[in-house]
Nanobody, 124 residues
Framework: QVQLVESGGGLVQAGGSLRLSCAAAGRTFSSYGMGWFRQAPGKEREFVAAISRSSISTLYADSVKGRFTISRDNAKNTVYLQMNSLKPEDTAVYYC?????????????????WGQGTQVIVSS
């Protein structure tokens, strides 16, 4: 098992930046592909970004491509989401998640472990 704890959310003006962190405890962090998802009120949870175990590959939702960057530090058991040029439509609770196996990184169904989420609010 792995426990995930997100931090770094908050209130920011449109055009601003935030850096989310997700600290992992438990089984070997480097064994997991990691992802970030978000959920806005009244909407389904949606994929934001994912990173492979060794950081060789990254994936992004079209809505955040060019603005968000996912990274990880396996020595610190932490995955990050740098969010720049934030827009009001980025407002949501952001969750990090860990997955084993080869299923698509885009689907939340393929992630076994989830953090509690951190709120991001972008004001216009």
């Amino acid at each position: 098992q792995v426990q995930l704890v997100e931090s770094g959310g908050g209130l920011v003006q449109a055009g601003g930046s935030l850096r989310l962190s997700c600290a992992a405890a438990g089984r070997t962090f480097s064994s997991y592909g990691m992802g970030w998802f978000r959920q806005a009120p009244g909407k389904e949870r949606e994929f934001v970004a994912a990173i492979s175990r060794s950081s060789i590959s990254t994936l992004y939702a079209d809505s955040v491509k060019g603005r968000f960057t996912i990274s990880r530090d396996n020595a610190k058991n932490t995955v990050y989401l740098q969010m720049n040029s934030l827009k009001p439509e980025d407002t949501a609770v952001y969750y990090c998640a860990a997955r084993l196996g080869s299923g698509t990184a885009y689907s939340p169904d393929n992630y076994a472990y989830w953090g509690q989420g951190t709120q991001v609010i972008v004001s216009s």
